[in-house]
Nanobody, 122 residues
Framework: QVPLVESGGGLVQPGGSLRLSCAAS????????MGWYRQVPGKQREVVAL???????EYEDFVNGRFTISRDNARNTVALQMNSLTPEDTAVYCC????????????????WGQGTQVTVSS
């Protein structure tokens, strides 16, 4: 069972907006760094944005102020608000997280969500 589930992808026109969400589930002790990545067929997966547990963020240059990553530590969720979308943003977007489980607090485990398709087209 994948502990990360994304939602919010879809088809949007150029210049439009989408909000992606990702929720971690299970008997979680803590969720550490979380992030959004994207992949286009035939290309390597690339980082979009990262957010640490303390809320500090990092963005790739192509974001250029258009996207905002945020998280809710109480709900173990991460979101990506995407504005001013262009066709070049078309990709499968995946969330990634480091999770410490209640069952073993010694270790952090890393997971990917199943991905959600974002298509920007007129």
């Amino acid at each position: 069972q994948v502990p990360l589930v994304e939602s919010g992808g879809g088809l949007v026109q150029p210049g439009g907006s989408l909000r992606l969400s990702c929720a971690a589930s299970g008997s979680i002790f803590s969720v550490n760094d979380m992030g959004w990545y994207r992949q286009v067929p035939g290309k390597q997966r690339e980082v979009v944005a990262l957010i640490a547990r303390d809320g500090s963020t990092e963005y790739e240059d192509f974001v250029n102020g258009r996207f905002t990553i945020s998280r809710d530590n109480a709900r173990n969720t991460v979101a990506l608000q995407m504005n001013s979308l262009t066709p070049e943003d078309t990709a499968v977007y995946c969330c990634h997280a480091g999770i410490v489980w209640d069952s073993d607090k010694r270790y952090e485990h890393f997971y990917w969500g199943q991905g959600t398709q974002v298509t920007v087209s007129s």
